[in-house]
């Protein structure tokens, strides 16, 4: 039996279905949604969605089980304003900033839940925080949550306030560690290995420690000392990535922080 049984039965509209939207179906698809309870609606469908047996760009189903809106911020008002009113469905966004209040206002009555999800969903290996308004009960919150451990961990948050620290740390973290990957690379090369060379180094040490990270029952802070000879090669290169003023505490606090502030800003409607 399906996790999505009632879903399967009711149906569910995927509004934007671009990087994130198609992550998420993705997995979802995999996990037993079936193609055809699902209404896709997304004027520019990129062409891999198109013979898949999704309903696309068709008219919404009577009383669909949830709503997942995945549009850009920005351009969720002109998203809102092309849906009908929904009766008994379950509203869920996971756009940065947009707050609860947004979808209250937009379909009065609702539960809404509001989800801060990451692109390693479609691997099934995300991480997603979510909180819902007064009127999700807890058989909502099941539903979001049984949406989201399909395409990977699920955390619940209290108060939606952390949903923008959420999103500048796990939400936007996969850019932050694929650029760790870069930076990793290009120093290699300085260093005198190929470009291939350096980037499959430092791709595979990135997988590596952070399968590592989740599996072990270690804290990260005892992974790294069991990496860190006394006197050795690591706690040379240490010495200068963990300098309090010019390494990366000081610099990883203002790129969160400022990952932070533009979720709070989306949310008061900066474009
Ligand atoms: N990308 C990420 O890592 C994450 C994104 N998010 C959130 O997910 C949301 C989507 O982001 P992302 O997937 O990156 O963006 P994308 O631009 O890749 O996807 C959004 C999709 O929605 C389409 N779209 C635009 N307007 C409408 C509309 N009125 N009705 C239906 N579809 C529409 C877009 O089409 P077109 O391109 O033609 O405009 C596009 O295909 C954002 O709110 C973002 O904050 C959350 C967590 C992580
Ligand atoms: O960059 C963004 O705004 C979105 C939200 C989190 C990740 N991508």
């Known amino acids: 039996m399906s996790e999505f049984n009632d879903i399967n039965a009711r149906g569910l509209v995927l509004v934007g279905c671009g990087r994130m939207g198609g992550a998420m179906l993705k997995g979802w698809l995999a996990q037993g949604l079936q193609a055809g309870a699902v209404t896709v609606i997304d004027p520019k ?17 009577e009383n669909p089980a949830v709503l997942v809106l995945a549009v850009k911020p920005q351009m969720m008002a002109d998203a809102l304003g092309e849906l009908p009113d929904l009766e008994d469905t379950l509203v869920v966004s996971v756009a940065a900033g947009t707050t609860i209040s947004t979808f209250e206002a937009a379909f009065p009555g609702a539960p809404v839940i509001r989800v801060m999800p990451n692109t390693p969903a479609a691997i099934g290996k995300g991480i997603s925080a979510l909180i ?56 290699g090369e300085a260093q005198g290995l190929s470009a291939d060379m350096a980037l499959e180094l430092a791709r595979m040490t990135v997988a590596g420690a952070g399968a590592l990270a989740v599996d072990a029952d270690e804290d990260p802070a005892v992974l790294r000392e069991n990496v860190t000879s006394p006197g050795g090669t690591t706690a040379a290169g240490l010495k200068v990535l963990m300098d309090e003023e010019t390494g990366l505490p000081p610099l990883i606090r203002r790129t969160v922080a400022a990952a932070t502030e533009r979720g709070r800003e989306l949310g008061k409607g900066a474009k």
């Open 132 to 187: 819902g308004n007064d009127g999700a009960t807890a058989a909502h919150l099941d539903l979001a949550e049984t949406l989201m451990s399909a395409v990977g961990r699920v955390v619940r948050l209290d108060n939606e306030a952390q949903m923008d620290a959420v999103t500048g740390l796990s939400g936007s973290g996969p850019a932050y560690v694929f650029h760790l990957i870069e930076a990793l690379a290009r120093a």
């Open 45 to 61: 469908l990129a062409p891999e969605w198109q013979d898949k047996g999704l309903r696309v760009n068709a008219p919404l189903p």
